[in-house]
């Protein structure tokens, strides 16, 4: 590949694409579009949705592609870094001779996604061209209608593996959670925080809970896991706030 453009796509909600970005699925001339699976072929539907949506004539070759799953056993760095490595071998290989070619990348590159860094791992180097996304952070505010900091105050984003691991970060009042697949903010003094939480942001299957953790922790816990079961997959994120 001479160029590689990762195209910001947002939540999974069409609307959610800039018009830079509906621009440049239009013109794209190649677009790799990741498998995961069968039950989680949802994910890739939904690319499929996005594109015909913006370019019902698209002319794009779209190529489809497996995704290489990640060694759950022995040290997490060392597996995420042999499988960033295994991605960016499954993008030229999908790619094969095309000179160019797009990925529709789920909320934004810059934020919790190892896109540009599996880009890096490409020889020889593209270039690289970002479209800015909505990100699941902007997503969730927008569906509690709630700022996300209070007046001249950080905040946190972070991983649940963090919070899992090392607690509530220091000096924060504030924090967003995102790749949490074992709700760790139930491993917290739930008396002590309120909760913001939704899944499927900005799509119509959107679903949203909040309140007093100690209230809503097991509502929050129940609901996800059920969702998860109907849909095969789910993307959520929260935020947390420390009780005043």
Known sequence: MRELTLIGIGTGNPDHLTFEGARAIQRAETILIPRKGDQKSDLADLRRQ????VAPDCAAKIIEFDLPTRAADGDYLNNVDLWHDAIAEAWKAAAGTAETAALLIW???SLYDSSLRIASRLTPYPKIKVIAG???????????AIP???IGAPFVVATGRQLRDHGWPKDADTAVFMLDGNCAFQTLA???YDIWWGAYLGMENQVIRSGPLA???ADIIETRAQARADHGWIMDAYLLR???
Not at 50 to 53: F, S
């Open 242 to 244: 420390r009780r005043t």
């Open 215 to 217: 209230d809503v922790c």
């Open 190 to 192: 739930l008396a002590d």
């Open 50 to 53: 996005i594109i015909d949506t």
């Open 134 to 144: 909505i990100t699941s952070l902007q997503a969730l505010t927008a569906a509690h």
């Open 148 to 150: 996300i900091n209070d």
């Open 107 to 109: 909320g934004d590159p």
